[in-house]
């Protein structure tokens, strides 16, 4: 039995291996695409006005301090709304990345992912604080992203990999199989950014709770 756990084990390691080795470029490619969004939403945040960046300063303060007082976070209301974005943005780009003009775009929401990551690390940094301000992110930003960002990599890639095979090869049988193997990774990547929107609920809400002291 440990036998056939181990040999599994190895075979999804091989597996993962082998696609990533496949697919360096695209990946190498959507990776640099989040990580200029992330650069450009920290410099937005620094080219603010002073009236601005008071104004998202007060909202994050104002914020801390209710938790402060005792005032607690609607987490159901929390997980609905996440569940609803995270379902909406996988439909979304499942919808466009089985479209041959669609690539800009899923390329277009990767990079936008990454303008918002970088601008509210950025915010809430300027706002309180280094110290604060990472430990802030850490306790309701960083769990679900570790999910979240991976996801949207995959999700991208796998857009790309069906507009490849898609122009390589357009004879209807290989485009159908090429949409079912889009279709049943992005059930599974769906998934994942469901468990990301109850981790962002529940555990980084939890997370924040127990450190609100600390800001």
Same mark, same amino acid.
């Given at each position: +039995? ?6 599994? /084990?190895? $075979? ?9 080795? %496949?697919?360096? /470029? ?13 650069? *450009? ?11 601005? *960046? ?20 609607d ?12 379902? !909406?943005?996988?439909?979304? +780009? ?7 003009i669609?690539? &800009? ?11 918002? =990551?970088?601008?509210?690390?950025s *915010?809430?940094? *300027? ?14 930003? #960083?769990?679900?992203?570790?999910i #979240?960002? &991976?996801?949207?990599?995959? +999700? !991208? ?11 390589k %090869? ?8 090429? =949409? ?15 468990? @990301?929107? #109850?981790?962002? @609920?529940?555990?980084?809400? $939890?997370?924040?709770?127990l450190? =609100?002291? #600390?800001?």
């Amino acid at each position: +039995m440990r036998e056939v756990r181990k040999r599994q /084990k190895n $075979n999804i390691k091989e597996l993962i291996s082998r696609h990533i080795y %496949d697919n360096i /470029k695209l990946y190498l490619i959507v990776i640099i695409i989040l990580v200029v969004g992330i650069i *450009a939403g920290v410099v937005f945040v620094n080219k603010t006005s002073a009236e601005e *960046a008071q104004e998202i300063q007060n909202y994050i303060i104002e914020f801390i301090n209710l938790l402060k007082q005792g005032n607690s976070i609607d987490t159901g209301q929390l997980l609905k709304k996440s569940l609803g974005d995270n379902i !909406t943005l996988i439909i979304i +780009m499942w919808l466009i990345g089985s479209t041959v003009i669609g690539i &800009p775009i899923v390329m277009g929401i990767v990079l936008f992912r990454g303008f918002c =990551i970088g601008y509210s690390v950025s *915010a809430i940094i *300027a706002s309180i604080g280094v110290q604060k301000g990472i430990l802030f992110f850490f306790t309701t930003m #960083f769990l679900h992203n570790l999910i #979240f960002i &991976p996801v949207i990599i995959c +999700m !991208t890639i796998s857009c790309m990999r069906l507009y490849k095979s898609i122009m390589k %090869d357009k004879r209807r049988e290989n485009i159908k199989i090429e =949409i079912i193997r889009h279709t049943l990774i992005s059930i599974v990547l769906g998934l994942l950014l469901v468990l @990301a929107a #109850f981790i962002e @609920a529940y555990v980084s809400t $939890n997370l924040l709770m127990l450190s =609100i002291k #600390f800001f």
